[in-house]
């Protein structure tokens, strides 16, 4: 398998990281003071406004997309490398429109959307002119096991009537999202709990649509972001928003969040890099003890393990993506299960390290690393918490020795056909 990045890709993280060195890190200070000094944390940011701007006009805007002729043309694997560069900074990703939630809806919208659909919310997405939000998580109900999502969507002659409460929607609170894509049960007696769910859109202005409270992670908003509890009280919808038909829900999301989870893992090995470069930069100037505290065994122990479990974590994303793109998610789904435990897990330790080398100042905001910790430690629970991986990794390795499974001795899941 060869990981070796195309001319293509590697003009593209040249371009990305001069993008970043000129106009990201030296404005992640002005951002943030924008954030805090608006009349409201939840509007638009100016200066974000114009790096986006400045993205598009260099053409380095909605890189993802792989299949589909909206976006750069890239593959999973050649989008990757270029998505670990977005994930070094908290602002990143949405000044090149590559920002969660909203890449997985555009991508929702173009598999599975209508005409409609697309002319109205995913061409408005696509040009950065709105947000949107994703609506799937329950405080009610252990929603590990999204079978037990119990938002209840009731056919109503020719509207859909929505009841129900979720919560960590992330964008909602955002004054530009105007769009949800919400997932509830629209057949909940039926016999087999995986078609029971449908996935249907909801415009936020709809009477009955409302924003509860928002919930900060760690205490960070994520501002103009967010994270908010919404409740959904007898909202009415045109069946034409039903999204590929009724008992589609699970199909939906194992669409969806294949390739966002891609995307979340190399976020994470991008913030896992810069934390390294900062761990390291910080201990070569830092005396104690009466020498350099780089000379301290014990930082060497740690800088060689961050950069073993970084390339670790990177080789086997990158096999994630190659395996999507060659043979399907359906077939990749043990490798994409993987990466989902093995990325957060990995960010979490290196950065923890970063934080112990900074000392106090490591936990403050005058560096990125508290919102990055934050941020990898979430990303345990989000798409699934590790247990539920875990669980399903064991249960196809198990199922490779099941007597009543064609035998899989000599061969590999990766050669079976494309689904």
């Not at 096991?145 to 992330?170: F, H, L, P, Q």
């Not at 073993?308 to 993506?321: H, N, S, Y």
């Not at 979430?378 to 399903?392: C, K, S």
């Not at 099941?402 to 990766?414: E, V």
Request: glycine share 8%; net charge neutral; aromatic share 8%.
């Amino acid at each position: 398998m060869d990981f070796a990045y195309t001319d293509k890709v590697v003009a593209l993280q040249d371009r990305l990281n001069r993008f970043m060195e000129r106009h990201i890190y030296p404005n992640e200070a002005a951002l943030n003071a924008e954030v805090a000094a608006g009349d409201t944390r939840w509007k638009p940011v100016a200066l974000l406004e114009e790096l986006k701007a400045k993205a598009r006009a260099e053409g380095l805007w909605n890189l993802f997309l792989p299949e589909s002729e909206l976006g750069a043309g890239l593959t999973n694997a050649e989008y990757a490398p270029l998505c670990e560069i977005m994930g070094r900074s908290h602002w990143a990703p949405e000044v090149f429109n590559c920002s969660a939630p909203d890449t997985g809806n555009m991508e929702v919208l173009v598999r599975y959307g209508t005409a409609e659909h697309k002319k109205r919310w995913l061409e408005p997405l696509l040009a950065g002119e709105i947000r949107s939000a994703f609506a799937m998580t329950e405080p009610e109900v252990a929603s590990s096991d999204a079978t037990n999502i119990a938002t209840e969507i009731r056919r109503d002659g020719d509207s859909y009537i929505i009841n129900g409460r979720k919560w960590w929607t992330s964008g909602a609170n955002d004054t530009r999202c105007k769009i949800m894509i919400v997932m509830g049960k629209t057949d909940p007696h039926g016999t087999d709990r995986h078609t029971q769910q449908s996935m249907i859109l909801v415009p936020t202005d709809t009477p009955g649509v409302t924003i509860q409270r928002f919930l900060p992670v760690f205490g960070f908003d994520d501002a103009p972001h967010g994270h908010a509890e919404v409740t959904f009280d007898n909202v009415r919808v045109p069946v034409e928003n039903i999204l590929l038909g009724e008992g589609r829900g699970f199909e939906i999301a194992q669409g969806r969040l294949g390739p966002g989870r891609i995307h979340h893992c190399m976020r994470l090995i991008g913030a896992a890099e810069r934390a390294l470069e900062l761990m390291c930069r910080r201990l070569m100037t830092r005396t104690a003890f009466g020498k350099p505290v780089a000379a301290q065994t014990i930082w060497h122990e740690r800088i060689a393990e961050s950069r073993i479990l970084i390339d670790q974590a990177r080789l086997l994303t990158l096999k994630a993506a190659s395996m999507m793109d060659t043979v399907g998610n359906k077939v990749a789904r043990t490798e994409i299960a993987m990466i989902k435990v093995v990325a957060p897990n990995m960010a979490c330790q290196v950065i923890d390290w970063a934080i112990q080398a900074f000392g106090g100042a490591g936990v403050s905001s005058d560096y990125p690393l508290a919102w990055m910790y934050a941020n990898a430690r979430t990303l345990r629970l989000a798409d699934g918490p590790d247990e539920v991986h875990r669980n399903q990794i064991a249960k196809w390795e198990l199922g490779k020795y099941d007597p009543r499974q064609p035998s899989l001795t000599g061969g590999d899941a990766s050669v079976k056909p494309r689904a």
